[in-house]
């Protein structure tokens, strides 16, 4: 029987993805783990792997297709001894309806296939929990799932953010842990939709023909408006700045710096101010547990490591990085792990689970010259710390004006959970470490 190839979730948010490349042909022969297409979510590329094996007997989407819905059919293998031809004439389910194929390929390429009873092999769709919830599991898992008459929700993923992997479900089969699966919940109401801005015959109206030139939205973009509208719709903001002063901070940096040692000629280390406010931010949320949480309606969700997740500006967007467990971290391990992180941020090669989740996150435009500014929070965080430049000011001490480094922060925080009083803690404790930088090193 055809076995069907469907456009896999490659994160827990994913809904639809971009199909940028494919590695095989019709006619190919291909086995498990071998990569066969790359796919563009909204802030990374990704390769693809078969979960089966087999000769690809239709591609029936076309790579640069646009917009392919999670679980929508996008090639056919035709199993062991099966003809080929047959196969690509079997498959049974439909492409994607709402793809958006590229203008070169031909009009039907992109057209849905007619419906017909789904092969036994074809992955099942992704499954939902009793509660609503989206089980989140590989095509593979879900098929063995479905051919085991088991429920997956029952079943403990082992893969990146719970995901449920074919060896997870072999186990449960094999220890007979596993319930029978139950029958689909009702579907949930849908959630309101966020409010539009102008339309866009609306904001043309108001500017001369010629004068201007249309730039469609990438995945990235749109996923940054989405999210960040969200926040703003649904997260009451609230905000605390102060000064810090970087002398101490400053001075030790360069203390550290000149100590490294060197391998191949290079030092190994080179730390920045960005990578002391990581550290130090992450040990003000150790010293602060009750601020290093996220919101949910039903519970506060309180983390156990501070997970800081750092701002990177790449070509048509920003994209977040997260240095997990970071209070536990030296500083030089933080920052050779952030110019990894930024470097492949901006070739868009991180894995999802590179950037996706974190407690709290960091934006830093110091570099750029901006004084200081506020950040939107960017949930799951409840926090997010806005930095200014550190420049030279004239200061009171001990009743006399001086010239110090001093650098401007600003706290986002999401009032529902970590409130102005808290809010105030957490900056407090981060300014300590911020101006007793010794105490980062202990």
Not at 344 to 350: C, G, S
Request: glycine share 8%; with cysteine; charged share 25%.
């Amino acid at each position: 029987m055809p076995i069907n190839i469907t456009m896999p979730a490659l994160s827990p948010t994913m809904e639809e993805g971009n199909l940028a490349k494919w590695l095989v042909k019709e006619g190919d022969k291909v086995k498990s783990g071998d990569v066969i297409a790359e796919i563009e979510t909204d802030k990374a590329t990704m390769e693809v792997e078969a979960v089966d094996e087999g000769t690809v007997a239709k591609i029936v989407v076309p790579a640069g297709t646009e917009g392919v819905k999670v679980n929508a059919l996008i090639a056919v293998l035709a199993a062991e001894g099966e003809d080929v031809s047959v196969a690509a004439k079997g498959n049974g389910a439909a492409a994607a309806p709402a793809a958006k194929a590229p203008e070169q390929a031909p009009a039907a390429a992109a057209a849905p296939a007619p419906a017909a009873a789904p092969a036994p092999q074809a992955a099942a769709p992704a499954p939902v929990a009793t509660d609503g919830k989206r089980i989140f599991s590989s095509p593979l898992a879900r098929r063995l799932a479905k051919e085991a008459g088991i429920d997956l929700s029952a079943i403990a993923g082992s893969g990146p953010y719970g995901r449920v992997v074919k060896k997870d479900v072999e186990a449960a089969v094999a220890g007979g842990t596993a319930k029978p699966t139950a029958a689909p919940p009702a579907a949930a109401a849908p959630a309101p939709a966020l409010a539009k801005g102008m339309s866009e015959d609306a904001v043309l109206k108001l500017f001369e023909p010629g004068s201007y030139e249309l730039v469609p939205h990438d995945g990235m973009r749109k996923t940054i408006a989405k999210r960040l509208q969200e926040s703003k719709q649904t997260i009451p903001h609230f905000y605390v700045s102060l000064d810090c002063e970087l002398d101490a901070l400053l001075a030790l940096r360069a203390q550290l710096n000149a100590a490294a040692p060197e391998k191949d000629g290079k030092p190994v280390y080179k730390l920045s101010v960005n990578d002391m406010v990581i550290k130090a931010l992450a040990l003000a949320l150790r010293d602060v547990p009750d601020a290093n949480v996220s919101w949910t309606d039903s519970n506060m969700v309180k983390h156990k490591h501070a997970d800081v997740g750092v701002a990177v500006s790449i070509p048509g967007g920003l994209i977040t990085p997260i240095v997990r467990q970071a209070e536990l971290k030296s500083l030089s391990a933080i920052s050779n792990e952030m110019k990894d992180l930024g470097k492949r941020a901006k070739e868009r090669k991180l894995k999802p689970e590179e950037y996706q989740g974190g407690t709290t996150a960091v934006s830093n435009m110091g570099m750029m010259g901006v004084k200081n500014f506020a950040a939107v929070v960017n949930p799951p965080h409840a926090t997010i710390l806005a930095v200014g430049a550190g420049e030279e000011r004239v200061v009171v001490k001990n009743k006399e004006m001086v010239i110090a480094n001093m650098m401007t922060v600003t706290l986002s925080t999401d009032h529902r959970c970590v409130d102005g009083a808290l809010g105030a803690e957490l900056l407090a404790a981060f300014k300590r470490y911020i101006e007793n930088p010794m105490g980062m090193l202990v």
